[in-house]
């Protein structure tokens, strides 16, 4: 049975993150990036890695590593800092929420995966992937689109748990795919003898390596 998340609202305080210098002479501000510009560096601090306190209320393994210097830089160009919160915890409050919502959306789309490698290599597995290939659409259901090839190609497997785990993975990415893909219409009788006949989209014909 798998084990549900943990409960974000469940875990210790966390405590603030380093503060990063303002940059700012006293009584000036900074320009205000575009619009465009301005969400760029905002979606490029959220996909920098989770890091020190935060990882808390994951199942990621712990780590005292703080936030790289790109991410208070990133915060001091584009956050202004608040009565009580500095421009990093500021921009920390999104990146931490970011970073919760992926990975449970990880582990609800591959339980099986998660069972078969046990809790310490899946989310290894997952943090690894989503530096390396972190998303680029608008919707979580394409989060896991690349998942099992990462894993086919991953140091962290010898090539029997690779094979494995990637045919694991496509295998539930598959059964999302054909839970949303829509009903083609079925030809009738009498359109049989000039119809092309296809497979619908909800089925899905997979090529793998072991028989997962």
């Not at 798998?2 to 940059?23: C, D, H, I, L």
């Not at 890091?51 to 990133?74: C, D, K, M, N, V």
């Not at 530096?131 to 894993?151: K, M, Q, Y």
């Amino acid at each position: 049975m798998q084990a549900s998340p943990r409960s974000r609202k469940s875990g210790p305080r966390r405590a603030s993150p380093r503060t990063g210098a303002n940059g700012c002479s006293p009584g000036k501000e900074k320009p205000m990036p575009d619009l465009d510009g301005l969400q760029r560096e905002f979606f490029r601090a959220l996909l920098l890695p989770l890091r020190g306190s935060s990882r808390i209320s994951t199942e990621l393994a712990p780590s005292e590593e703080g936030h790289s210097p790109e991410f208070f830089q990133i915060a001091d160009d584009i956050i202004k800092p608040g009565p009580s919160l500095t421009s990093a915890e500021r921009l920390e409050l999104y990146h931490r929420q970011y970073w919760f919502r992926i990975l449970d959306s990880l582990a609800e789309d591959f339980p099986v995966l998660r069972r078969m490698a046990g809790d310490e290599m899946f989310w290894e597995l997952v943090e690894a992937y989503l530096v390396e290939r972190p998303s680029r659409s608008f919707t979580l259901r394409h989060l896991g689109e690349a998942f099992s090839d990462f894993i086919g190609g991953s140091p962290l497997l010898d090539e029997t748990r690779s094979q494995w785990f990637g045919s694991v993975a496509r295998i539930e990415y598959a059964f999302m795919e054909c839970f949303e893909s829509a009903e083609s219409a079925i030809p009738g009788g009498d359109d049989l003898a000039d119809a092309v006949i296809e497979l619908q989209e909800h089925v899905k014909l997979l090529h793998l390596p072991v028989p997962a």
